[in-house]
């Protein structure tokens, strides 16, 4: 079973550039995550999808953060304009459908802003 | 706001030992639980899940959930120098949130 499939890996820009990272979560699952992973710290959920819907997006940053899902399967999660402060792990994860069993997680994206 | 809490650390661990995690969280509403472990620069992996109250035993790792209590917490038996790494609580309800981790070291 192939696993979350995220692109690219590695990003570095400067601040105020925009930057795209992409999702592909395992088939059928149709919960999707988008997490937040600051050295040091643990996980912060950025955006969490069902399908194409919006469960939670409480903790993404509006103004320059967007995330979509528009089939229900890939998504991608955009930045613009990027701040130093944005420098971190960026984890896409996917589970069965609600209440489900664990998210599994993709490779992450390092985005380094300078 | 949704918490979940747990200990940084470090905490450190003699080859053999137990090592003992906790965690607790804010929503009561919170129905499964899960330990993630993560080595340096990878990506979280699944150790366990539990969704009842009591002890859920995997191998050398037991899972303990009191909901009451608002807490759950992970034992590692028979620790070893590969169990090093920084062990995330999450926590789901609708969403699904994580603690910032304790790191765990296992000296040989």
């Known amino acids: 079973e192939a696993g979350v499939a995220q692109s690219p890996r590695y990003k570095i820009i400067e601040k105020r550039q925009s930057v795209a990272f992409w999702c592909n979560p395992i088939s059928g699952h149709a919960t999707l995550y988008w997490y937040q992973q600051i050295l040091g710290q643990g996980p912060k959920l950025l955006i969490q999808?069902?399908?194409?819907?919006?469960?939670?997006d409480s903790q993404l940053p509006k103004d320059r953060f967007s995330a979509e899902r528009l089939k229900g399967v890939d998504s991608t999660l955009k930045i613009q304009p990027a701040k130093l402060e944005d420098s971190a792990v960026y984890l896409c994860?996917?589970?069965?459908?609600?209440?489900?069993?664990?998210?599994?997680f993709g490779q992450g994206t390092r985005l380094t802003v300078v | 706001q949704k918490e979940v809490e747990q200990n940084s650390g470090p905490l450190s661990v003699p080859e053999g030992a137990i090592a003992s995690l906790n965690c607790t969280y804010s929503?009561?509403?919170?129905?499964?639980f899960f330990w993630y472990r993560q080595y340096s620069g990878k990506s979280p992996e699944l150790i366990m899940f539990i969704y009842s109250n009591g002890d859920k035993e995997d191998g050398r790792f037991t899972a303990q959930l009191n909901k009451a209590s608002q807490y759950v917490s992970l034992l590692i038996r028979d620790s070893q120098p590969s169990d090093s790494a920084t062990y995330l609580c999450a926590v789901r309800n609708n969403d699904m949130r994580f603690g910032a981790g304790t790191r765990l070291t296992v000296k040989p």
């Open positions: 994860a996917s589970s069965f459908p609600p209440l489900g069993t664990e998210a599994f």
């Open positions: 999808f069902q399908n194409n819907g919006v469960v939670d």
């Open positions: 929503d009561r509403g919170s129905q499964s």
